[in-house]
Nanobody, 116 residues
Framework: VDVVESGGGLVRPGESLRLSCAALHSISTIYSMGWYRQNPGTQRELVANLLFAAGTEYSDSAKGRFTISRDNAKNSVSLQLNNLKPNDTGVYYC???????????WGQGTQVTVSS
């Protein structure tokens, strides 16, 4: 499975961004697709996750500001980031879990920087 991310960039506090992730060449149905954030010296942490058969989950900091949704393309999700704050800064990675053996695949990461 190839995980391809797009979006990210430099924005000011209060602005918005949209991240997209596509899982290509998967021969198995998808169990979940989600976004994780990482900063230097810290562990990768959950931002938002979409379970294809069971709904969504968000970190406390993401609730009410970020929305993860499934795109029209079968194996693609987007993450809408609204009212961004400096603490949202980091490299955002897309994680794909396939159903048949729960193998995990990661994208290359996309930088989000929120600064005035």
């Amino acid at each position: 499975v190839d995980v391809v991310e797009s979006g990210g960039g430099l924005v000011r506090p209060g602005e918005s961004l949209r991240l997209s992730c596509a899982a290509l060449h998967s021969i198995s149905t998808i169990y979940s697709m989600g976004w994780y954030r990482q900063n230097p010296g810290t562990q990768r942490e959950l931002v938002a996750n979409l379970l294809f058969a069971a709904g969504t989950e968000y970190s406390d900091s993401a609730k009410g500001r970020f929305t993860i949704s499934r795109d029209n393309a079968k194996n693609s999700v987007s993450l809408q980031l609204n009212n961004l704050k400096p603490n949202d800064t980091g490299v955002y990675y897309c994680k794909v879990v396939v159903r048949w053996n729960f193998a995990t695949y990661w994208g290359q990461g996309t930088q989000v920087t929120v600064s005035s």
